[in-house]
């Protein structure tokens, strides 16, 4: 076993307060911090405490770290990815693609000569990246798209004059029609559209009108950071989620979702493939985004915990990763899993115990356990486990 060092992304939307309080650095912090990232990936991996990154140590080891099932169902790499997201402002909206569409994607680019780290890079590597957030605290996202009946009632109700070429699109061909129609707007189409639409919602948050109010509040709001942005009129047909803590969404490819405030622990597929769709001044791929998104309209469902091993597991329909919520008390509980595992310590302090090994985990810290390591773990505390799903 060993602890790890954990880097920092430090975006503008990120929290002066959430991670700086949990890994214990003065709080408020000078500037944003975003995501703790624990794992492997090769653009930021964690680095064990005997000093070596976690992605050569899995490369000099990956049998004796992975197991051999996680090798031979994904190469010599760990294939999960561990963070701590905190959003003070709105992410971006954005999709991710399946693995063949990564594989497509990825291989025309490198044969087109594109380099891995241009600002229009698409594809940045050859893998999906599905993912789950279970919210620390209270947390608003928008999630793949909302039934299109109520998506033209949503539009309609604001009665704007700009928006009907919108609504003829969608009540004709459904989603598939409407987002490239929005996204191929010009930029001063664009402009007055959302200058407009922020207006009329607006005036709906205003009146305190119940219909439709916290879908109309972010979309005012999303206006005066991103004004001409058509994210601003897509976030009107998606749906959006408050999470409790303690509660989750899964992210399956081409779901269209953008996080909105709060914070989490995010587990994901080890993949930076993401797919941008507005509400953001990076670079929008249209036509790689329309071939990856999917444009099925439903309701997106909370997900609850169920009693697993070791705790509450946040069951997900994916082999690359495995979730689970150890309360721990003053008894030692068993987590020992077959795959590799990544431990990351919210509340309390944990102590692991593995053979003669003892680790000790204070809030804020994180370690890696090999596949199959016999390891133990006494609180009080909670911990966040990660590990593979592989059956």
Same mark, same amino acid.
């Given at each position: 076993?060993?602890?790890?060092?954990?880097?920092?992304?430090?975006?503008?939307?990120?929290?002066?307060?959430?991670?700086?309080?949990?890994?214990?650095?003065?709080?408020?912090?000078?500037?944003?911090?975003?995501?703790?990232?624990?794992?492997?990936?090769?653009?930021?991996?964690?680095?064990?405490?005997?000093?070596?990154?976690?992605?050569?140590?899995?490369?000099?080891?990956?049998?004796?770290?992975?197991?051999?099932?996680?090798?031979?169902?994904?190469?010599?790499?760990?294939?999960?990815?561990?963070?701590?997201?905190?959003?003070?402002?709105?992410?971006?909206?954005?999709?991710?693609?399946?693995?063949?569409?990564?594989?497509?994607?990825?291989?025309?680019?490198?044969?087109?000569?594109?380099?891995?780290?241009?600002?229009?890079?698409?594809?940045?590597?050859?893998?999906?990246?599905?993912?789950?957030?279970?919210?620390?605290?209270?947390?608003?996202?928008?999630?793949?798209?909302?039934?299109?009946?109520?998506?033209?009632?949503?539009?309609?109700?604001?009665?704007?004059?700009?928006?009907?070429?919108?609504?003829?699109?969608?009540?004709?061909?459904?989603?598939?029609?409407?987002?490239?129609?929005?996204?191929?707007?010009?930029?001063?189409?664009?402009?007055?559209? !959302?200058?407009?639409?922020?207006?009329?919602?607006?005036?709906?948050?205003?009146?305190?009108?119940?219909?439709?109010?916290?879908?109309?509040?972010?979309?005012?709001?999303?206006?005066?950071?991103?004004?001409?942005?058509?994210?601003? !009129?897509?976030?009107?047909?998606?749906?959006?989620?408050?999470?409790?803590?303690?509660?989750?969404?899964?992210?399956?490819?081409?779901?269209?979702?953008?996080?909105?405030?709060?914070?989490?622990?995010?587990?994901?597929?080890?993949?930076?493939?993401?797919?941008?769709?507005?509400?953001?001044?990076?670079?929008?791929?249209?036509?790689?985004?329309?071939?990856?998104?999917?444009?099925?309209?439903?309701?997106?469902?909370?997900?609850?915990?169920?009693?697993?091993?070791?705790?509450?597991?946040?069951?997900?329909?994916?082999?690359?990763?495995?979730?689970?919520?150890?309360?721990?008390?003053?008894?030692?509980?068993?987590?020992?899993?077959?795959?590799?595992?990544?431990?990351?310590?919210?509340?309390?302090?944990?102590?692991?115990?593995?053979?003669?090994?003892?680790?000790?985990?204070?809030?804020?810290?994180?370690?890696?356990?090999?596949?199959?390591?016999?390891?133990?773990?006494?609180?009080?505390?909670?911990?966040?486990?990660?590990?593979?799903?592989?059956?």
């Amino acid at each position: 076993m060993w602890q790890l060092q954990n880097a920092v992304r430090h975006y503008s939307w990120g929290s002066h307060t959430v991670i700086p309080e949990l890994i214990g650095l003065p709080s408020p912090a000078d500037r944003p911090h975003a995501e703790l990232w624990m794992g492997a990936h090769p653009d930021e991996p964690s680095v064990r405490s005997d000093g070596v990154p976690l992605d050569k140590a899995i490369a000099s080891e990956p049998e004796v770290l992975l197991g051999r099932e996680v090798v031979e169902r994904f190469g010599a790499r760990l294939p999960f990815l561990m963070k701590v997201l905190a959003a003070d402002q709105p992410l971006s909206l954005q999709a991710h693609p399946t693995n063949e569409q990564a594989e497509a994607g990825f291989a025309a680019e490198e044969a087109a000569g594109v380099p891995r780290d241009d600002s229009t890079r698409t594809f940045k590597d050859p893998f999906h990246k599905p993912e789950i957030l279970v919210a620390l605290t209270p947390f608003e996202a928008l999630c793949g798209f909302r039934p299109v009946e109520k998506s033209l009632h949503c539009l309609a109700k604001l009665q704007v004059p700009e928006l009907k070429p919108t609504i003829a699109a969608l009540a004709r061909g459904g989603l598939r029609a409407a987002i490239p129609q929005l996204l191929a707007l010009s930029p001063e189409h664009r402009e007055v559209l !959302v200058r407009e639409v922020a207006q009329a919602a607006a005036g709906f948050v205003a009146a305190h009108d119940p219909e439709f109010i916290n879908t109309y509040r972010w979309a005012a709001s999303l206006a005066e950071t991103y004004p001409g942005d058509p994210g601003v !009129v897509i976030s009107l047909m998606c749906n959006h989620l408050k999470l409790a803590p303690g509660e989750a969404v899964f992210m399956p490819a081409g779901n269209l979702h953008a996080y909105l405030s709060g914070a989490g622990v995010e587990v994901m597929a080890s993949s930076d493939n993401v797919l941008r769709g507005g509400l953001t001044a990076k670079h929008v791929d249209l036509a790689a985004l329309i071939e990856v998104l999917d444009f099925t309209d439903a309701q997106v469902p909370v997900l609850h915990p169920v009693l697993g091993p070791g705790g509450l597991r946040y069951p997900v329909p994916v082999e690359d990763f495995d979730l689970t919520r150890c309360q721990l008390d003053e008894q030692a509980g068993t987590l020992t899993t077959r795959g590799p595992q990544l431990l990351l310590c919210t509340e309390g302090t944990a102590v692991l115990t593995s053979a003669d090994e003892e680790l000790t985990l204070a809030k804020g810290s994180s370690a890696f356990v090999p596949a199959g390591t016999p390891v133990t773990a006494r609180g009080p505390a909670v911990l966040y486990r990660s590990t593979t799903n592989v059956a």
